[in-house]
């Protein structure tokens, strides 16, 4: 038998699926599509950094690195070798999760701040490397992915639609992997070395091996959305795979609204891409600078006044609305 | 050959000057308040500003600016201190990563609404003059922007070791709660660290006006640097920030003469890779925090 809160919950949850599932054939509008896809595109990215800089709280802001191999490994095997982005997603996603190796041993020798430098200097290293090397992939001036029309298989798209659900699919896929660690003991480990690192190592967790197998997970799944990305915009170039703003937003999306938590980088996805979209439509689209102003007064904001995000604010109001009637509890 | 290599090691020592002003900001503020700045290359992107407007608007030598760049930016970091990094200092690295980060952010996209993409210069009557010794070039611009750093670096040096203000500094860095018992304002001790480390990010700009372009995104190619050094010279020690950016303003210098032009990031970025491999201590010792 459901608790009464559980019953709302599943309930919430299925009017959300069913509304997401349908927006695509009720909204037509090729822009408001594009804003959906950005959203969901965005919390996947988040929901991928925030099982790593989330849970566990190291604080990368280098994703940027596994987002662009894992769009340069589909895109050379595509253009190169013929070989479907379906497959060329996976591809990037093992070849991304096989260089947080290395980044991860030459990185977690650093702690707190000086981690999240040595992650965001390993991926400019990467960037300067796909900029330098012409012979490995096109170099600075990047390259257009072939428009091969209505191509399913090599995930080529008629309809901004098809791609709204692919990306779809992956948040769902990001959000069910988050909630099964959520639920495992991978999860409390997470959180303990979130918490206290050496306390966690005391009493018997793994950390360096903990740490190292979050990284590869969140690698892998920052390289879908990197293969995803290049797919929809039919373009790549080592500015655009590489891009630290794409780090930049990793992290932000998870922290506004709320880090460590399931639904944290979602819920700060759509507020800032929201606000994003709006601010694009009020002072068009020669607008340098102004939505990254945005973006760190709302950072500054929160972390000043709501250091849990906006789920925080979401659990309070549900904990004092519980506290007012705890006879079922 | 050996002319060429003098060359690139004076030019190196030269812009190293500038990276250590750099530096020994971040690793002072490090040291003693505990936390990383993310935002210190903006600073000195600010005080190039200062720079440009006293020098298009008024005809102020750049150099002479660092009069009016490095108490503006005192103050601007006393504040900064106490109405933000105040307020998130503690045991969790997120808040203080991230409000740093904002602030990087912030400056740097309000610096593009402000004063656009462009790139200014100012020309001073020195800007292109040059002394010769043998068959060596060493422009004046640049000589200066060296000593007067190495100057500011020693001054530094000076008042945290004879001063009752810098011994305070020295105590609250080694141990925070035993300085607090002895007597010591913590507050006051972090804002003055703070201030400071701004004054000299400053300086570093209004040094670099006369031969280097000011736009927004300027502070990152020198916050970088100065990261890398900081942990090349063991987090929170001031003379191992000022001789790891001599030595990568070198690395970078030699880099582009014998690897290629644009090489300078691609040495720096090997640089912390091969630290972080090798001596992640970095090269003095001590313990990685």
Redesign the interface.
């Known amino acids: 038998m459901m608790t009464a809160a559980g019953k709302w919950k599943a309930m919430t949850l299925g009017l959300v699926v069913v509304v997401v599932l349908l927006l695509p054939q009720v909204v037509k509008s090729s822009f408001a599509i594009d804003i959906f896809i950005r959203i969901l595109l965005f919390s996947f990215i988040g929901v991928a950094w925030n099982l790593m800089g989330g849970y566990a709280?190291q604080?990368s802001?280098g994703h940027a690195a596994y987002f662009g191999l894992g769009a340069y490994t589909s895109t050379i095997m595509q253009i190169d070798f013929g070989i479907s982005p379906w497959i060329g997603m996976i591809a990037g996603g093992i070849v991304a999760m096989l260089a947080s190796l290395p980044i991860g041993w030459?990185?977690f020798?650093?702690?707190?701040?000086?981690f999240?430098?040595?992650t965001i200097?390993?991926a400019?290293?990467l960037m300067?490397i796909f900029l330098?090397f012409r012979d490995l992939a096109w170099g600075a001036e990047g390259t257009t992915i072939p428009n091969l029309g209505s191509s399913p298989l090599m995930m080529q798209f008629e309809t901004k639609a098809s791609y709204y659900y692919v990306v779809l699919g992956l948040l769902a896929l990001g959000l069910f992997i988050t909630h099964r660690i959520e639920q495992s003991w991978m999860g409390y480990y997470l959180v303990a070395i979130g918490e206290d690192e050496d306390a966690a190592e005391a009493i018997g967790v793994n950390a360096p091996r903990i740490k190292r197998d979050i990284y590869m997970l969140s690698a892998f799944l920052t390289a879908l959305a990197g293969t995803f990305y290049v797919q929809y915009i039919y373009f790549i170039d080592p500015a655009t795979a590489f891009s630290f703003n794409i780090s930049?937003e990793a992290?932000l999306v998870s922290?506004v609204g709320g880090?460590g938590t399931l639904w944290g980088p979602v819920i700060g996805t759509v507020l800032l891409e929201t606000t994003s979209a709006l601010l694009q439509s009020w002072l068009g689209s020669t607008t340098?600078?102004?939505?990254?102003?945005v973006?760190?007064?709302i950072?500054?904001a929160v972390?000043?006044w709501r250091?849990t995000g906006l789920m925080g604010l979401v659990t309070d109001a549900y904990q004092r609305h519980r506290h007012r009637k705890p006879a079922h509890a | 050959m050996l002319e060429t290599i003098v060359q690139a090691v004076i030019n190196g020592l030269l812009i190293g000057g500038i990276y250590a002003l750099v530096s020994i900001g971040v690793t002072l503020i490090f040291g003693v308040v505990k936390i990383v700045n993310f935002a210190q290359g903006e600073f000195v992107m600010i005080g190039m500003y200062i720079s440009f407007y006293l020098a298009t608007q008024f005809g102020i030598d750049p150099i002479l600016s660092l009069f009016v760049s490095m108490p503006v930016l005192f103050v601007i970091g006393v504040l900064v201190q106490h109405f933000l990094i105040r307020r998130v200092l503690g045991p969790n690295d997120m808040p203080q990563i991230f409000l740093t980060f904002a602030l990087s952010l912030l400056l740097l996209n309000l610096s593009l609404m402000l004063f656009t993409a462009n790139y200014r210069t100012v020309h001073t009557s020195y800007s292109d003059e040059a002394l010769h010794l043998g068959g060596l070039y060493i422009p004046v611009a640049k000589l200066i922007a060296f000593v007067v750093a190495m100057a500011l670096s020693g001054a530094l040096w000076v008042f945290l070791h004879t001063t009752d203000l810098g011994k305070a500094m020295r105590a609250a860095a080694q141990n925070r709660d035993v300085a607090t018992l002895m007597g010591i304002n913590p507050n006051r001790v972090f804002a003055v660290a703070f201030g400071a480390a701004l004054a000299l990010a400053g300086a570093a700009g209004s040094l670099l006006m006369p031969f280097y372009s000011a736009y927004p995104f300027v502070g990152q190619v020198f916050v970088l640097m100065a990261f890398v050094a900081v942990v090349l010279g063991t987090l929170g020690n001031v003379i191992g920030a000022l001789v790891a950016s001599l030595m990568m303003g070198v690395a970078e210098s030699l880099g582009i003469q014998f690897v290629g032009a644009d090489s300078g990031l691609i040495v720096v970025f090997a640089m912390l890779l091969l630290t972080l491999a090798f001596k992640p201590n970095g090269l003095g010792g001590g313990r990685v925090r």
């Not at chain 1, 020798?109 to 000086?114: A, S």
């Not at chain 1, 340098?288 to 102003?293: A, D, F």
């Open positions: 709280k604080l802001l030459l990185c020798r650093l702690r707190g701040p000086y999240t430098i040595a200097a390993t400019q290293a300067l330098k930049i992290a922290i880090i340098g600078g102004i939505q990254l102003t973006y760190a007064l950072l500054m972390i000043l250091p």
